[in-house]
């Protein structure tokens, strides 16, 4: 469908973004996530921003604005959704408020209106501070507790015109058809140091091998993408993260995309191989993506106020502010993987980042993949680390340990 798509060359785009702003530090989060907020922005907006979102949105130039309205409404679910398998759950869950002052169109209320999806007028010069907590009770309560404090004191107040949120939280048991092989051939051996005979291929268009780890019934799946020579830099973890950049410009060409897509919904062989476990808790330069991307004005280096009339019959509403956070936890035979964007009025509060830099054996990309609807809920970069003064430049550093698995 079209709506999953745009939404697949966006999550590679942002990849790639994302490691621009960060070269060789290891980074994660949901493309799904914010492609939902920007659309939802999207179709609110006039004028500049309008345009600019169109492009970085990847709408095809053949298809007005009313009927990408109608190809969501129809496609959706697509994107916001919730799954029940038996060892397996993934949901999404959207708020979007918008001060009273702004009456909101019945067009918002039609596009936004579902299970998972909840829009609003609010006042935000009424107890800004329950405001605060009941939002961050909701993120919490639908995380499972993997994201807590998400808006910290006084990034509301009574000059908060908007704030729209989205999550996702998926949990579940890796898929193994295989018993634990003891080979650690390909790697340096520790105490924990396991192998797991897993789904494994090697695709030479992409030069990469690709390993999946699917969950229970195959339809969401972790992938593990390797460049093929990186075992022959030996301890050089430099030319080695090397390696993995231009593995990402390679999925970036029209080509590559489309390889891609094609194992992603199709999986691959089964063979033995060796995967990484993390836990990863970070939060990403959401405010410098979105400029990189061409939408200066929803950050706090761009205009005050936006036009977002097609939602409102007032055309000028204040954005500026924005957060995305990313819990990850892999261990042993199961996942657990959390995230929340939001996008606000500025107030000129500056949140503290959580960022965490982390060693692992091999660098690669990671991506976690809903088949089903073929999307990408999830995706990253595991970098070996090299220098840990990196670390600078941060509120806190969550280290986790890792292991071969």
């Not at 500026?320 to 035979?333: E, F, L």
Request: aromatic letters at 10%; glycine letters at 4%; hydrophobic letters at 35%.
């Amino acid at each position: 469908k079209m709506l999953t798509d745009i939404c697949f060359k966006f999550a590679l785009e942002s990849l790639k973004k994302c490691m621009l702003m960060e070269p060789k530090e290891s980074i994660f989060f949901s493309p799904n996530l914010i492609y939902q907020n920007l659309m939802c922005v999207y179709f609110a907006a006039n004028g500049d921003i309008e345009n600019s979102l169109r492009q970085i949105l990847y709408i095809p130039d053949n298809i007005s604005k009313n009927d990408f309205e109608l190809r969501y409404k129809s496609e959706c679910d697509q994107l916001c959704y919730r799954i029940n398998g038996p060892s397996y759950i993934c949901k999404t869950y959207s708020l979007f408020y918008i001060n009273d002052i702004h009456i909101l169109r019945q067009k918002a209320f039609e596009l936004f209106m579902s299970g998972h999806q909840i829009i609003k007028n609010t006042k935000f010069d009424h107890d800004t501070g329950n405001t605060i907590n009941f939002i961050n009770a909701v993120v919490k309560s639908v995380t499972q507790g993997c994201i807590r404090n998400l808006l910290p004191p006084k990034s509301i107040d009574s000059n908060t015109d908007v704030l729209l949120i989205k999550s996702i939280y998926l949990e579940g048991q890796l898929n193994f058809d295989s018993d634990i092989e003891s080979d650690n051939s390909n790697c340096k051996n520790t105490n924990n140091d396991r192998n797991f005979k897993n789904i494994f291929g090697k695709s030479e268009q992409l030069n990469a091998y690709i390993t999946e780890l699917p969950l229970d019934q195959n339809n969401i799946s972790v992938f593990f993408l390797n460049p093929l020579h990186y075992l022959e830099c030996d301890e050089n973890c430099s030319v080695k993260n090397d390696t993995v950049i231009q593995l990402i410009e390679r999925l970036l060409t029209e080509e590559g995309c489309q390889i891609l897509r094609k194992l992603l919904d199709d999986g691959v062989q089964k063979q033995s191989y060796i995967f990484p476990t993390f836990e990863f808790e970070q939060d990403m330069r959401i405010c410098e993506l979105l400029e990189m991307l061409g939408v200066r004005d929803l950050t706090p280096f761009g205009s005050e106020e936006v036009d977002l009339s097609g939602f409102t019959f007032q055309s000028n509403v204040k954005l500026g502010n924005a957060v995305h956070r990313v819990n990850i936890k892999m261990q042993g035979d199961s996942i657990i993987a959390a995230a929340s964007n939001a996008l606000f009025t500025n107030n000129f509060w500056r949140h503290f980042r959580i960022k965490c830099i982390m060693d692992v054996p091999f660098p690669c990309i990671c991506l976690i993949y809903d088949r089903s609807r073929r999307n990408i809920l999830f995706c990253g970069v595991l970098f070996s680390k090299v220098d840990e003064s990196r670390v600078a430049d941060t509120s806190e550093c969550k280290i986790r340990k890792h292991t071969l698995v």
